[in-house]
């Protein structure tokens, strides 16, 4: 089992930044990829950005360039981060944070609200 634990949401105005971090704990050593998702009011979530367990980012067009994933592998814990930077009022959602372990396996966070002001 893994806990995924977001914090960083809450309210900017456009343009302004945020970075959202995950402290993953439990069973760490067999996390594979971890990733930011989103879910707008009304909207399917999306996948923001993802980071493999070799360093390997990926992240969708409308946030290419503005965010950016890292991930901080220590002793007993995972974290992950989502630097969020010239912010647009499109990227109001809520955002959960994700991993794989061993492939086969799949969590959740409980999810942080991010809202931008025009």
């Known amino acids: 089992q893994v806990a995924l634990v977001e914090s960083g949401g809450g309210l900017v105005q456009a343009g302004g930044s945020l970075r959202l971090s995950c402290a993953a704990s439990?069973?760490?050593?067999?996390?594979?990829?971890m990733g930011w998702y989103r879910q707008a009011p009304g909207k399917q979530r999306e996948l923001v950005a993802e980071i493999t367990s070799g360093g390997t980012t990926n992240y969708i067009d409308a946030v290419k360039g503005r965010f950016t994933i890292s991930r901080d592998n220590a002793k007993n814990m995972v974290y992950l981060y989502l630097h969020m930077n010239i912010l647009k009022p499109e990227d109001t959602a809520v955002y959960y944070c994700?991993?794989?372990?061993?492939?086969?396996?799949?969590?959740w966070g409980q999810g942080t609200q991010v809202t931008v002001s025009s």
């Open positions: 439990g069973s760490i050593f067999s996390i594979t990829s």
């Open positions: 994700h991993c794989y372990r061993t492939s086969r396996f799949e969590y």
